[in-house]
């Protein structure tokens, strides 16, 4: 089954403790992304890349950290996380570029405390 | 500043109701993209647009370039419709990847 998947569901941390938060796709993409979804504010672009070894910061970058080493997977990393990270996280991919049709993951709620 | 405008933010309508959702953007863009989200949180992929109509069973979706206006129907709309629809444009230029609307919370009440 062509999925988008990510782990963990659901998490709770506390400031600055390191976490990562997995992405991986079956559908062999070349573009993923991550994006962030806060009450009033939306869904909002993270970081993306449009293929292995290549990012780039989307519109919300700061604190967060991403690589690209496999096509598969696209971690997101947050070093030292703060309350003002906590939200709903979802990463997405797409045959090529931003153009194409996303196929979103489940999310992932953050919660920082 | 928002470059991708949607309306209504809410929706409440009947059963069999036709809806209408809509979507402005203030710049050129490659794709326009509906999604939907449903409680819960799941997000899907509706359709992508570059141009013209798509339809795929009782949705509908238009797109107008010289407007710069979107809009998302619904026929004989159903109580599982019930989601947030989003509205996401990928603009020409600058970085790649979406800007989005702040969604349409839709009830459909039976």
């Known amino acids: 089954e062509a999925q988008v998947t990510q782990n963990p569901r659901y998490l709770i941390t506390v400031t600055g403790k390191k976490l990562t938060v997995t992405c991986s796709q079956n559908?062999?993409?070349?573009?993923m992304s991550w994006y962030r979804q806060d009450p009033g504010l939306g869904l909002r672009q993270i970081y993306y890349?449009?293929?292995?070894?290549?990012?780039d910061k989307g519109d919300v970058p700061e604190g967060y950290k991403v690589s690209r080493k496999e096509k598969r997977n696209f971690p997101l990393i947050l070093e030292s996380p703060s309350p003002n990270q906590t939200s709903l996280y979802f990463c997405?991919?797409?045959?090529?570029?931003?153009?194409?049709?996303?196929?979103f993951g489940p999310g992932t709620r953050l919660t920082v405390t | 500043k928002n470059e991708v405008e949607q309306s209504p933010q809410n929706l409440t309508a009947q059963e069999g109701e036709f809806i209408t959702i809509n979507c402005s953007y203030s710049?050129?863009?490659?794709?326009l993209h509906w999604l939907q989200q449903h409680p819960g949180g799941g997000i899907v992929s509706l359709f992508m647009l570059s141009s013209g109509k798509k339809k795929h069973g009782r949705l509908i979706a238009t797109i107008n370039i010289q407007e710069k206006h979107s809009s998302l129907h619904i026929t004989a709309s159903h109580p599982r419709d019930s989601a947030v629809y989003i509205c996401?444009?990928?603009?020409?230029?600058?970085?790649?990847?979406?800007?989005f609307g702040k969604g349409t919370h839709l009830i459909i009440q039976p």
């Open positions: 996401a444009a990928t603009l020409r230029g600058g970085a790649d990847g979406l800007t």
């Open positions: 559908m062999n993409h070349e573009y």
């Open positions: 710049v050129g863009i490659s794709a």
């Open positions: 997405a991919s797409s045959f090529r570029r931003s153009s194409y049709e996303q196929y």
């Open positions: 890349s449009m293929n292995v070894e290549v990012t």
